[in-house]
């Protein structure tokens, strides 16, 4: 089935209202989650909706926070989440970290002691929108081994890397240090597929494409072996340090669930450079080069990152956003 | 055979100098080929040297030449490198970086028209030693199909996060996009072994661990597949973007030849953090429990990214640094 992006809004809306979010807050939470659906982010948008109301239920969200500033230390300011809700953190610190950018070409938030942030992607839309270029990551709870290691130590922690282009149809990467998530583990476990390329190790410690087997050991595979846990483990230290938080194992060694996760987002303003007032178009030649490439299979356009979910936004905002029967009959009980 | 870290320092000064750089860009230049080399970085210290002077030699690396900066905007400044000595430039645009994040929290510089600057981790290291951590990336000639894609269109563009610690023992990640490097595959080629993962595709177009296959395709494998190929495209066009300078593609058909680059450097001061001077532990906590966590293999150690770099220091100052005889011989040629 499908819903119009103005009923799910609007739903959204009420149910964010009658767990006690202001109206402001309702809408914009709201308004995080049809977005990241309209992209077709729906793990992160309409299916993630019923767990966060659960977890403001249980109290591990707490809608009567606000995030404030730590420490101002010119271009960068440090702010602690307060176990508000994640992704209105997340959203106004973003809006901090353009304003930063805008005043010194650069200009950087860490933010500590916050809960997750939904799409990790959402970040580097509302950047490029601003004109601006960024890096934004945050960490996880325990969720993967190290390299070399068993147990699931490390996190996954997304990184988004965004673009802006003057068309709007901005270049963002949004990936996660493993090369499944383990949504997509559990999806393709429950149609009983393999998965295109390895995932994890199986219960014998070979490994696996068979999902199932991932699901059992809890040993997904990071991106490019020991680079991806190498990457991880430096992404998770990076935060921490600058943000004052928690990493990935004191997350799961204090909390047992993920909340109080460390969040950076680095922006840099791309309206004052001087080469782009004169009309430099090496990003625009670069992307017709990408896409024009000779191809493995002709029938499969290569893309390049952010390409497929502007393309989901347009044909979802026309024909209504996919959700699943079971998920929006839960979430019209909530 | 080893040499002396002291001798090899004294030769490249020596090789340097006759070919025109002054005593003071000999003597940097000279450092970063050996720091590079006592970390183990042969492929981008030592072995790398007669290339070097092949490219001064024949004037794509301009010794005469200095970096200036194109335009400062507070926290920001966007340096031409003026196709000077690469390794210069990029020290001397992490010095500006540093002073940049000591002045406003966080500081960047974005480097156009420079020449390849050599160890990528060397510049984290110079920003961690000055007690920041940073973010730094290169972008590369077209050495990679983008996922999808045949022709080599992309680069590896390598980038380096580092955090430092007081110990001085600092976190160092510095990877290529790439699973493996030209210069590992050429080297298992020569031993006549396989790698121990998939590493490109073979001349039928199936994935291979075969290094000579690779070799003959010049197809390599992007870590975690479709994963790393979006990541460069995004490193790639985000350097370009915000430098004005050329992207990888663009390289090639311009330069055919690996000039012309650019570089971002991102830093963050931890000296000026109130929560590091009350003595948050959390980083040497979490270095400990992924030290001591459960091994796939009890006789491999589980390390922390730039761990190995450090030992192998420590081991090369004591010990001298290995260098293959018929390297040395044509150094010593120069």
Redesign the interface.
């Known amino acids: 089935m499908r819903i119009d992006k103005d009923e799910m809004f609007n739903k959204f809306i009420d149910i964010l209202l009658s767990r006690g979010l202001c109206e402001k807050d309702s809408k914009e939470a709201a308004q995080n989650f049809v977005e990241s659906s309209l992209d077709g982010m729906y793990s992160h948008g309409v299916n993630r909706f019923p767990r966060v109301i659960d977890y403001i239920d249980k109290g591990i969200i707490k809608v009567d926070n606000k995030e404030f500033v730590?420490?101002e230390?010119?271009?960068?300011e440090?702010i602690n989440g307060n176990l508000a809700m994640g992704n209105l953190v997340a959203k106004h610190s973003m809006d901090r970290a353009i304003k930063l950018a805008k005043?010194?070409?650069?200009?950087?938030v860490a933010i500590r002691n916050t809960n997750h942030w939904m799409r990790a992607g959402a970040y580097g839309w509302q950047a490029a929108n601003a004109n601006c270029?960024s890096?934004c990551w945050t960490n996880t709870i325990s969720n993967m081994?190290?390299?070399?290691?068993?147990?699931a130590?490390?996190g996954n922690n997304p990184i988004v890397?965004?673009?802006?282009r003057e068309n709007k149809e901005h270049?963002v990467?949004d990936?996660a240090m493993s090369?499944f998530s383990y949504g997509k583990i559990e999806q393709m476990s429950l149609e009983n597929k393999d998965l295109p390329?390895y995932g994890g190790y199986d219960t014998k410690?070979n490994l696996t494409k068979n999902p199932n087997e991932i699901e059992k050991t809890q040993r997904p595979l990071p991106?490019?072996?020991w680079?991806?846990s190498?990457?991880s483990?430096?992404?998770?230290?990076?935060a921490?340090?600058?943000a004052?938080?928690?990493?990935?194992?004191?997350i799961k060694e204090k909390c047992n669930i993920e909340y109080s996760i460390c969040q950076m987002m680095?922006v840099?303003?791309?309206t004052?450079?001087?080469?782009?007032q004169r009309g430099?178009t090496?990003?625009e030649?670069?992307?017709k080069?990408?896409k024009k490439?000779?191809?493995?299979?002709s029938n499969?356009?290569?893309?390049?990152?952010g390409e497929r979910e502007y393309k989901t936004r347009l044909e979802n905002k026309k024909l209504g956003i996919p959700v699943n029967q079971k998920i929006w009959d839960s979430i019209l009980k909530l």
């Open positions: 730590e420490q230390l010119g271009a960068l440090i005043k010194h070409g650069i200009g950087a270029a890096i081994p190290a390299w070399g290691g068993i147990e130590l490390i890397f965004s673009i802006p270049i990467v990936m090369q390329v410690g991106i490019g072996y680079k991806g190498a990457l483990i430096a992404l998770d230290l990076f921490s340090l600058i004052g938080g928690l990493t990935s194992p004191l680095i840099i303003d791309s004052r450079l001087n080469h782009l430099n090496n990003i030649e670069t992307i080069q990408i490439a000779r191809r493995i299979d499969t356009e290569i893309r390049y990152p």
